[in-house]
């Protein structure tokens, strides 16, 4: 059973930065693609980031470009976000995601395993 657990949000000052991290136990994580979702309340959910299993790939939604940056590190099978120059448009519900892939790409749709996600919230 492959399992995800977020960490890293709470609340910052617009301008601020948060990492979030996200650990996959139950499975083999260098053979998973990754992504970071978002829900914004009364919105739909939308990825932010995603990257490859090897780490050489990533995507990012416009919206986050030159703010965020998405890592990981297969040693201790966790994924990261980190989230800068942080604005109130940001503070959603963060959820990270994986899917078992056997070529080396991002994946932008069809995840297999969530994440419970973590709050993040940003004042004005």
């Known amino acids: 059973q492959v399992q995800l657990v977020e960490s890293g949000g709470g609340l910052v000052q617009a301008g601020g930065s948060l990492r979030l991290s996200c650990v996959v136990s139950?499975?083999?994580?260098?053979?998973?693609?990754m992504g970071w979702f978002r829900q914004a309340s009364g919105k739909e959910r939308e990825l932010v980031a995603a990257?490859?299993?090897?780490?050489?790939?990533?995507y990012y939604a416009d919206s986050v470009k030159g703010r965020f940056t998405i890592s990981r590190d297969n040693a201790k099978n966790t994924v990261y976000l980190q989230m800068n120059s942080l604005k109130p448009e940001d503070a959603a519900v963060y959820y990270c995601?994986?899917?078992?892939?056997?070529?080396?790409?991002?994946?932008?749709?069809?995840?297999?395993?969530w994440g419970q996600g973590t709050q993040v919230t940003v004042s004005s």
């Open positions: 995601a994986a899917e078992l892939k056997g070529p080396d790409k991002v994946v932008v749709v069809g995840y297999d395993y």
């Open positions: 139950g499975g083999t994580f260098r053979r998973y693609a």
């Open positions: 990257i490859s299993w090897s780490g050489g790939l990533t």
